[in-house]
T-cell receptor
Framework: GAVVSQHPSRVICKSGTSVKIECRSLDFQATTMFWYRQFPKQSLMLMAT?????????EQGVEKDKFLINHASLTLSTLTVTSAHPEDSSFYIC???????????FGQGTRLTVV | LAKTTQPISMDSYEGQEVNITCSHNNIATNDYITWYQQFPSQGPRFIIQ???TKVTNEVASLFIPADRKSSTLSLPRVSLSDTAVYYCLVAPNSGYSTLTFGKGTMLLVSP
């Protein structure tokens, strides 16, 4: 199946700094990508939907100025957590829609720890 | 998007068949049903997708009744490595505008 690569898989940063997470579709073009965060023992919570070449659509309650999403090409979307705080520590997962838009492929996730 | 309801958890033993049912009463005509599996600290992995009746692949079967208001994921002869969270998603077959997860079912397989 199609492959989505997410990088880094794990990152520790200091409070107040910014962290960028990359999501790449390796063997297909993804017009649409989704970003999720997941807390322990909970389901994935959709943060935003990212469409190539346009502004991301954020879910209610997600601060767009804090979670910057850029989808500049058909194979790359990035999520930047700005001025990170300990409460931003979570597991972040990206997903990309395949060519037929009937199946979503997921990255391996990024464990963010803010200290 | 159609809301889904699944059991929070299920227990099974190695070698047994496991059936996880998902309710999606307000599924739309052009919605497909997709099941994902997630292990701790990993992204979800696609298991199977279907629209109606029965779909089978090398890892699972998906049963969808005629009214499509529910679906059942069937895992034959589970092993310890099938312990995971299973999510049922319902979304249109093209042009997803959003992809929202329900709570999922935590399957625990014991020896």
């Amino acid at each position: 199946g199609a492959v989505v690569s997410q990088h880094p898989s794990r990152v520790i940063c200091k409070s107040g700094t910014s962290v960028k997470i990359e999501c790449r579709s390796l063997d297909f073009q993804a017009t649409t990508m989704f970003w999720y965060r997941q807390f322990p023992k909970q389901s994935l919570m959709l943060m935003a939907t990212s469409n190539e070449g346009s502004k991301a659509t954020y879910e209610q309650g997600v601060e767009k100025d804090k979670f910057l999403i850029n989808h500049a090409s058909l194979t790359l979307s990035t999520l930047t957590v700005t001025s990170a705080h300990p409460e931003d520590s979570s597991f972040y997962i990206c997903s990309a829609l395949g060519t037929m838009n009937t199946e979503a492929f997921f990255g391996q996730g990024t464990r963010l720890t803010v200290v | 998007l159609a809301k889904t309801t699944q059991p929070i958890s299920m227990d099974s033993y190695e070698g047994q068949e496991v059936n996880i049912t998902c309710s999606h009463n307000n599924i739309a005509t052009n919605d497909y049903i997709t099941w994902y599996q997630q292990f701790p600290s990993q992204g979800p992995r696609f298991i199977i997708q279907g629209y109606k009746t029965k779909v089978t692949n090398e890892v699972a079967s998906l049963f969808i009744p005629a009214d499509r208001k529910s679906s059942t994921l069937s895992l034959p002869r589970v092993s310890l490595s099938d312990t995971a969270v299973y999510y049922c998603l319902v979304a249109p077959n093209s042009g997803y505008s959003t992809l929202t997860f329900g709570k999922g079912t935590m399957l625990l397989v014991s020896p």
